[in-house]
């Protein structure tokens, strides 16, 4: 409630004093009001009403200011002897006990649901709809676990359309191999604002169907969810066909940091799971790390359907990925910079109608493919990454940059090296037509050419500017080479 003046209604409702038939929202004079009366002079009751509705009104006010959040406590079956939790569990369908805490936290106004250490056993889900409730536990000793016997697919954990609601410092393992059901682990939805899940490790959360039929995230945040923010969590062996960590058509403010996905989407007869994938418009993903995934390590849109806009992408280790890129980028204005991208199964960095986007300052190395891709872009900078030994499985078949369908693509400052991997294609590559549209290369490092690649090749209509090359003792005009400027010997 606002806070009291003077001004506040002394009653709510009208009730006349029988003595003097006046009722109860007679105020006394103004000189009582702001002074008080003398002790020697006796108002009428409903003067004396009138102070005591004021004393109410600055005590309920004051009361709500100041109320702590209510806790309730939740005790799992392996723990049960501590009779002193609000609610203790048997060890079948515990979110049954779990969501009467949830409920009576938010029927006070929001609140913290504190489990206990020990295993809680589910087989269906927990959902928050109400704001400012969190669900803590006790660290990784707590466990939610999916029930050996579910027989249906379902969330762990919904927050639906809440504010400020969050869960943290627990495990939730979906028991996979045990079951043939998905199950994810955090579903965020609605129009939910300012979900923080922090500290929550993730286990086996795909099925074992076939991979178009096992869904199973670690997270999962959809829909115009906003500010959601996923910090320190970690993912391993979740997402046979879907995603570990994902944030999908967000709005500004969602960030994804200091996570790690291991192991995810790997099931099946198609490993097509990727590590972290976040779309919509606006947002952070920040400092974590993607190893052994089946299919893409982070992903910024989904090709032909959804675009990440206005993304930064930073300072992530992305290593060993089985049949996408390390890192993928499909939407406008994003910022790609200091993440290092390693043993990819396809090319290392891909960035596809990549508009206005920047990539910079990556470390790229070891790659299958190409090491950065840039597929129809325009208006976009690929500067000063260090990029080498790319195509290292199959000899003069992938460039360590490759430029397609470029309008307008400004590639410079970037540096190459070998360690006597087989032989790259090409150090820059276009792709031989007007297609190339006017790309502007220069300022690279092409010197680490031990293995004979070739250094520029394949371009079309580019800006024209001299070219010099080492003819062994200085820096020559080659006037019978491409219009550019690189750094060659």
């Known amino acids: 409630m606002a806070k009291p003046t003077t001004l506040t209604p002394w009653a709510t409702t009208l009730a006349a004093y029988p003595i003097s038939g006046l009722n109860n929202r007679v105020q006394p004079p103004v000189g009582w009001q702001t002074d008080g009366w003398d002790e020697n002079e006796e108002p009428a009751p409903n003067y004396e009403n009138y102070r005591a509705w004021e004393a109410y009104t600055w005590r309920k006010w004051f009361d709500e200011a100041t109320a702590r959040p ?17 609610y203790i569990c048997d060890g079948e369908g515990d979110q049954v006990q779990i969501q009467l805490a949830v409920n009576t936290a938010a029927a006070a106004g929001g609140g913290t649901v504190l489990l206990s250490a020990g295993v809680f056993t589910v087989d269906a889900a927990i959902t928050i709809v109400a704001d400012k409730v969190q669900i803590v536990g006790c660290g990784a000793g707590t ?22 609601s969050s869960v943290i410092n627990l495990a939730i393992d979906g028991n996979a191999g045990v079951h043939g059901h998905f199950h994810s682990g955090i579903v965020v939805t609605g129009a939910s604002a300012g979900t923080v899940v ?50 999908t058509g ?12 291991r192991s995810c989407g790997l099931g099946g007869s198609a490993a097509a799971g990727s590590g972290i994938v976040m779309t919509g418009d606006g947002g952070i993903i920040s400092g974590n790390y993607v190893k052994d995934c089946g299919w893409g390590g982070i992903q910024i849109g989904v090709a032909g ?33 200091d993440n290092h991208v390693y043993t990819s199964g396809t090319h290392g960095i891909h960035l596809q109608a990549f508009d206005y986007g920047k990539c910079h300052h990556n470390e790229v190395s070891t790659n299958v493919g190409h090491g950065i891709f840039v597929d129809n872009c325009h208006d976009s900078q690929v500067t000063d990454n260090t ?31 070998s360690r006597g991997l087989p032989l790259v294609k090409t150090h820059i590559e276009g792709d031989g037509g007007a297609g190339s549209g006017h790309a502007l290369v220069y300022g690279n490092d092409c010197r680490a050419n031990s293995m004979g690649a070739k250094i520029l090749d394949n ?20 006037t019978a080479a491409m219009g550019l400027v690189n750094r060659i010997a």
């Not at 939740?74 to 002193?84: F, M, N, P, Q, Y």
């Not at 466990?143 to 400020?164: E, G, H, K, M, P």
């Not at 076939?210 to 391993?236: H, K, M, Q, V, W």
Request: glycine letters at 8%; a negative charge; charged letters at 10%.
């Open 250 to 261: 967000t709005l500004p403010g969602t960030m994804i940091s200091n996570s790690f996905a």
């Open 305 to 337: 359907s959804a675009a990440g806009n206005s993304i930064t992408c930073h300072d992530n280790i992305i290593h060993s990925t089985t049949n996408a890129p390390g890192l993928y980028a499909y939407g406008e204005y994003n910022d790609l910079h």
């Open 143 to 164: 466990i939610i676990q999916v029930a050996a016997a579910a027989v249906t697919d379902f969330n762990v954990i919904t927050l639906s359309a809440t504010t400020n």
């Open 387 to 417: 990029i080498g030994d790319s195509s290292h499985l199959a000899a003069n078949a992938y460039s360590n940059i490759h430029i397609s369908l470029g309008e307008r693509t400004d590639c410079h400052g970037n540096k190459f090296f």
């Open 70 to 86: 209510a806790t309730v406590t939740v005790a799992s079956v392996t723990v049960a002897a501590d009779t002193h939790a609000d």
């Open 459 to 478: 371009f079309g209509d580019f800006v024209s500017l001299p070219t010099y090359a080492w003819d062994g003792s200085a820096w020559r005009q080659d």
């Open 198 to 247: 922090e500290r929550v490790f993730f286990r086996n959360m795909q099925a074992d169907g076939a991979p178009d039929e096992a869904y199973g995230y670690g997270i999962f945040g959809l829909g115009t969810a906003a500010r959601t923010t996923i910090n320190r969590c970690s993912a391993y062996a979740c997402a046979q066909a879907g995603y570990a960590i994902a944030a």
